[in-house]
């Protein structure tokens, strides 16, 4: 049963847009799994290290746990029913999904927005989940716009008319 407090800070956190991504691995048996998850983040240019974190309640919880690398694809705004496919109860997440696979044997989407191929640098306990961080050994990028997800709901990106800005 979840309280109200927590409802009240999933809802206070959900005012913070991000994109979608589905995380994948190769399971110990050789089986693909994929999980869809917004808490992936950038870390650290050199080295190039990026984060995300599973719930330790999650199924696939002991897979990430266990692997030595995984790929996180940033999906594009066409990709919105696989979103919810990896984020549903399903017996085959990738049933009629066409995937690559890369040396690692971690299977690769088509048609995202980026692709992050990583191995596992370091896990972190994070209370009820597991922040895991992982060191980029290959990136693409397709140009296709992203998908976004906030306050609970899918949305399309509309870039203001000459924002463009770089970090420092
Ligand atoms: C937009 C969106 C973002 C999500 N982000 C995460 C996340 O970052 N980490 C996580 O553990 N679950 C996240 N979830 C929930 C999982 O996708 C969901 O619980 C999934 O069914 C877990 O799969 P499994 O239990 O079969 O492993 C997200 C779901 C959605 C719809």
Known sequence: ?????IREFRSALGQFATGVTIVTTRGA?????????????SVSL???????????SAGC???FCACEAFAVHVLSSRQRSLSQTFSRRCDDRF???EVQRNAAGVPIITGCAAVFECNIHERHEGGDHTIIV???????????RPLVFHNGHYA?????????TTKP
């Open 46 to 56: 050199e080295p190039p290290l990026v984060l995300w974190s599973v719930a330790n």
């Open 134 to 144: 992982g060191h980029v050994t290959r990136f693409e990028q397709t140009g296709l």
């Open 1 to 5: 049963m979840i309280s109200d407090e």
């Open 156 to 164: 399309h990106i509309q870039a203001y008319p000459d924002s463009r």
């Open 29 to 41: 048996s050789g089986e693909d799994v994929g999980v869809t998850a917004n808490s992936f983040n």
């Open 61 to 63: 919880h002991g897979h």
């Open 95 to 97: 049933a009629g999904l």
